[in-house]
């Protein structure tokens, strides 16, 4: 049987969203039961998303 592959994708670009830090708890469980974990941060694209952490340094 194959090792299950989960992408995993907070709905926020700030660092301190309670989004984020859900998928970031979620990795090393998931790791640990044998699936292949990708955690995509939005902050590494340079998209035109709202981001909470560049309107609060502005």
Do not use: F, K, W
Request: proline share 7%.
């Amino acid at each position: 049987m194959t090792s299950p592959s989960i992408l995993l994708m907070a709905g926020s670009a700030r660092r301190e969203s309670l989004a984020r830090r859900l998928a970031l708890a979620c990795v090393s469980p998931l790791q640990h039961a044998g699936a292949e974990v990708n955690l995509v941060e939005l902050a590494d694209y340079p998209a035109p998303l709202y981001h909470g952490d560049l309107e609060a340094e502005s």
